[in-house]
């Protein structure tokens, strides 16, 4: 069964995505941000596999170029890449025990992936060595904490309004 692009779930998926960009515009915490969310959401709600991967990686980048470029954005990026992939495996297995799974998933992966890179860089003047590296991960660890709670609050967000939306209307049929 083919399904339409632009449905009315297509256009609620991708409006909250929107609106998540915008919230990485206004003040708040550091790393309480709705990347992840964006991400997982868009790889388990949006029908077109190719607009799953697309619609999160152009908004981001929207929102990246208002925001500022910085040299760690390939590891972002591959790690939200990386989220959408667990959001297609989320679509053929969504519940609630899942969602939250790969929630974890996901943010564990993209604090080991992006603290590995700023370390690669430089840019935060940790020695070249293991040691560095394991003060990076350590110095890190309060970034983590408020990336899991945005990671974990947006994701209930998007997936339960999705859950409320639908369970309450027809816009999904």
């Keep these: 069964m083919k399904t339409k692009l632009f449905s009315t779930q297509f256009i609620f998926v991708v409006s909250l995505i929107i609106l998540a960009v915008v919230s990485r515009l206004l003040p708040h915490l550091p790393n309480f941000t709705p990347l992840a969310a964006i991400a997982l959401f868009g790889g ?3 029908p077109r596999k190719s607009l799953a991967y ?3 990686l152009v908004v981001l ?3 990246d170029i208002i925001i500022g470029l910085h ?3 390939i590891a972002v990026y591959a790690c939200l890449i990386f989220t959408v992939a667990l959001g297609t495996w989320v679509r053929k297995n969504m519940n609630t025990v899942n969602v939250m799974a790969m929630t974890l998933v996901s943010s ?3 604090y080991l992936v992006t603290n590995f890179a700023v370390w690669m860089t ?4 940790y020695p070249m060595n293991l040691g560095g590296l394991v003060d990076s991960y350590i110095a ?6 408020w990336e899991l709670l945005g990671n974990l609050f947006y994701v209930t967000v998007f997936f339960g309004s999705y ?4 369970s309450r209307t027809k816009l999904f049929a």
């Excluded at 430089?122 to 003047?125: N, Q």
């Excluded at 859950?163 to 639908?166: D, F, H, I, Q, R």
Aim: overall charge positive; cysteine-free; glycine content about 6%.
């Design 122 to 125: 430089g840019m935060v003047g």
């Design 44 to 46: 388990a709600l949006i």
């Design 61 to 63: 980048l929207i929102s």
């Design 71 to 73: 040299v760690t954005m």
């Design 108 to 110: 564990v992966v993209f």
């Design 54 to 56: 697309l619609v999160p």
């Design 163 to 166: 859950a409320l939306v639908k």
């Design 140 to 145: 890190a660890i309060p970034f983590f904490r």
